[in-house]
């Protein structure tokens, strides 16, 4: 497989079909209305990273290209597949129709601890993270299967949106590792 650092990433587009050759696990990544360039090219990062199926960017926001994304992904939204839909809830009722498994990470009377989430995932998954001041929306949350949040000990009361959905992302690749058979019931 091609390993490249951030300067080469830079500067390298995937020739062909050439970002074919990743073997994709079955996680998306869905932004509801996360508007700071810096969160959303981190976000192809760690789509990169844990080599997503694909990255949603819903409503209106910024998507590439553009500059401020492209310099926080380090050229890899040109390697991770992604779309741009102006509505969440309708990519969300997309990837439902799917059996794609919804996660918010959202502080919430309904969340649970992520500690516990590898015990209830089924895959393929979505992660949605959301706005930077208002969070992931009521309507997206309420079509949720499961809304997680991490515990925050500090006097901050969130993390910033890339790192939480960092932790989430890697505790269900933990959880796919481990259990690689696990399939969406249906």
Not at 124 to 138: C, D, F, H, L, Y
């Amino acid at each position: 497989m091609i390993k490249m650092n951030s300067k080469e990433l830079r500067k390298n587009k995937p020739v062909g079909d050439q970002e074919k050759i990743i073997k994709r696990n079955p996680i998306y990544l869905v932004l509801d209305n996360v508007i700071d360039t810096y969160n959303i090219g981190s976000m192809f990062r760690l789509a990169d990273a844990i080599a997503a199926e694909k990255i949603y960017i819903c409503g209106d926001t910024e998507y590439p290209p553009n500059s401020r994304i492209h310099k926080a992904a380090v050229g890899t939204e040109e390697w991770v597949p992604w779309e741009h839909n102006t509505s969440t809830i309708r990519m969300i009722e997309v990837l439902k129709k799917k059996g794609v498994q919804i996660v918010c990470v959202e502080q919430s009377p309904l969340s649970t601890p992520y500690s516990v989430l590898s015990t209830k995932l089924q895959f393929p998954t979505a992660i949605i993270v959301g706005n930077e001041t208002t969070g992931i929306s009521k309507e997206v949350l309420d079509l949720a299967d499961i809304i997680v949040e991490l515990p925050m000990f500090g006097v901050n009361i969130s993390l910033n949106v890339w790192g939480s959905a960092a932790v989430v992302a890697y505790k269900v690749v933990e959880s796919l590792i481990n259990n690689p058979y696990q399939k969406k019931k249906v």
